[in-house]
């Protein structure tokens, strides 16, 4: 797979703390004088934010295709990798992303089951080079990341309706993706303290920097 330079993602199930991480993170990396861009997945331009209601609209539940989904999140990501994306990263621009094609593979190719194949034939057509250089996959279990989210109290969308044993799934696939692909994903206990998995967070993406 060829990377970009700069572009860093980070995964996890909801919940994990991909929010709270990233938050941190720009922070800690603006105060250092590095010119940063956040972005969320699916969404971040104004067209793959309109394909993000789509995908999350929770009418949509049982209607949705597998592979509808799979080609609107790669939609959404098309649009995102051409107007905002690649223009940063040409200005020397750090991008980070909450989520991005890893989900992907987590979600659609191992959770649904359509496939890693599948999954990385579009992922390269979807992105050519412009795939993240590192990823840190927030490791937690279901149970745990579930009794996070609860506190949020806000009703949950068509993906956050599915059942505990399709994020078991798709925690195993964010596993298999950092045991498969060592050199652009590396997965941390995110079971402790939001400053600790901060620590192992940030000494990932200053090696690269
Ligand atoms: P995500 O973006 O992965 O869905 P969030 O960053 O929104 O996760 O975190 C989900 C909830 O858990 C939030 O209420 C957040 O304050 C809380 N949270 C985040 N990190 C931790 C942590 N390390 N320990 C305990 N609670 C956390």
Same mark, same amino acid.
Request: charged share 30%; with cysteine.
């Given at each position: 797979?060829?990377?970009? #330079?700069?572009?860093? %993602?980070?995964?996890?199930?909801?919940?994990? /703390?991909?929010?709270?991480? *990233?938050?941190?993170?720009?922070? #800690?990396?603006?105060?250092? /004088?590095? %010119?940063?861009? #956040?972005?969320?997945?699916?969404?971040?331009?104004? *067209? !793959?934010?309109?394909?993000? &209601?789509?995908?999350?609209?929770?009418?949509?539940?049982?209607?949705?295709?597998?592979?509808?989904?799979?080609?609107?999140?790669?939609?959404?990501?098309?649009?995102?990798?051409?107007?905002?994306?690649?223009?940063?990263?040409?200005?020397?621009?750090?991008?980070?992303?909450?989520? =991005?094609?890893?989900?992907? =593979?987590?979600?659609? /190719?191992? +959770?649904?089951?359509? /496939?890693?194949?599948?999954?990385?034939?579009?992922? &390269?057509?979807?992105?050519? %080079?412009?795939? @993240?250089?590192?990823?840190?996959?927030?490791?937690?279990?279901?149970?745990?990341?579930?009794?996070?989210?609860?506190?949020?109290?806000?009703? @949950?969308?068509?993906?956050?309706?599915?059942?505990?044993? =399709?994020?078991?799934?798709?925690?195993?696939?964010?596993? +298999?993706?950092?045991?498969?692909? @060592?050199?652009?994903? +590396?997965?941390?206990?995110?079971?402790?303290? @939001? &400053?600790?998995?901060?620590?192992?967070?940030?000494?990932?993406?200053? !090696?690269?920097?």
């Amino acid at each position: 797979m060829q990377t970009a #330079k700069r572009f860093f %993602s980070l995964e996890g199930i909801d919940g994990s /703390g991909k929010s709270t991480q *990233i938050d941190m993170l720009i922070e #800690k990396l603006t105060a250092e /004088g590095y %010119s940063v861009v #956040k972005l969320r997945e699916p969404g971040g331009a104004k *067209i !793959s934010e309109r394909v993000r &209601e789509i995908l999350l609209d929770a009418s949509f539940k049982g209607v949705m295709g597998d592979k509808t989904e799979l080609l609107l999140y790669n939609a959404a990501r098309a649009q995102v990798i051409h107007e905002i994306i690649q223009p940063a990263l040409d200005a020397g621009k750090i991008v980070i992303a909450d989520r =991005f094609a890893w989900s992907t =593979f987590a979600y659609q /190719g191992y +959770a649904r089951g359509l /496939g890693a194949g599948m999954v990385q034939k579009l992922t &390269e057509l979807t992105c050519g %080079s412009c795939f @993240p250089e590192l990823t840190v996959v927030l490791d937690l279990t279901v149970e745990r990341s579930r009794a996070r989210t609860v506190k949020r109290g806000e009703a @949950p969308d068509r993906l956050e309706q599915e059942k505990a044993d =399709f994020f078991e799934r798709v925690r195993q696939g964010y596993l +298999a993706a950092a045991r498969e692909y @060592p050199e652009c994903v +590396a997965a941390i206990d995110a079971d402790r303290s @939001p &400053e600790e998995v901060f620590g192992d967070l940030y000494k990932l993406i200053k !090696s690269r920097l």
